[in-house]
């Protein structure tokens, strides 16, 4: 009996804090981060790929000390020529002369779902990589707080565990 009271509770508990994290908001005050391929095809989408890989790990190597979002801000525009050299050597070393457009301010993104978490469409603060005619899917994420770009700091593997998991099979 104990035994189904505790999974009862802990299945209870799993769907409150499931209502929680479907409730989740980015901060009004978020800086963005898109990178938007040339097309839908799969050489503009590894390309688009490409980009975002090398251009999250530069913005991490910005960021990681920033301690506002005034903070990131100043370190951001201040680095604009930098950031654009980064994606023109890139986009160099792939060969890629359909050409590019970087942009930083306000900038329009479409509504999307994401693990159950619906983000509205609207104008957002921002840095983004248009490459070529921009007409393929984007990436996009949260640059400060640092939200996709601790992806990139991380070297080693990272094992997640689940504590109601870790519940249910030390009891059942």
């Known amino acids: 009996m104990k035994k189904l ?3 009862i509770f802990v299945i209870i508990c799993f769907y409150v804090c ?7 908001v ?6 963005r981060i898109r990178v938007i391929a040339n097309s839908n095809d799969e050489y503009d989408q590894n390309v688009k790929m490409i980009v975002k890989d090398n251009i999250q790990y530069k913005m991490y190597d910005l960021l990681k000390d920033t301690k506002g979002v ?21 986009l160099q070393s792939l060969n890629y002369n359909l050409g590019y457009d ?5 900038n329009y993104f479409p509504s999307k779902e994401y693990k159950g978490i619906i ?7 921002s840095l983004v990589i248009t490459l ?4 393929g899917d984007n990436w996009w994420c949260v640059l400060f ?14 094992e997640y565990t689940s504590f109601v998991k870790e519940l249910i099979d030390k009891y059942l």
């Open 119 to 125: 983000y509205n469409e609207g104008y957002y603060e």
């Open 132 to 135: 070529g005619e921009g007409q």
């Open 26 to 31: 980015i901060p009004e005050d978020a800086l």
């Open 145 to 158: 707080p640092p939200l996709c770009l601790i992806e990139a700091e991380a070297s080693d593997e990272v």
């Open 18 to 24: 499931l209502g929680h994290v479907s409730s989740l």
């Open 70 to 90: 005034d903070e990131a801000r100043k370190i951001i525009n201040s680095n604009l020529d930098y950031i654009d050299g980064e994606i023109s050597k890139t």
């Open 5 to 7: 009271i505790l999974v």
């Open 102 to 106: 970087i942009n930083y301010g306000l």
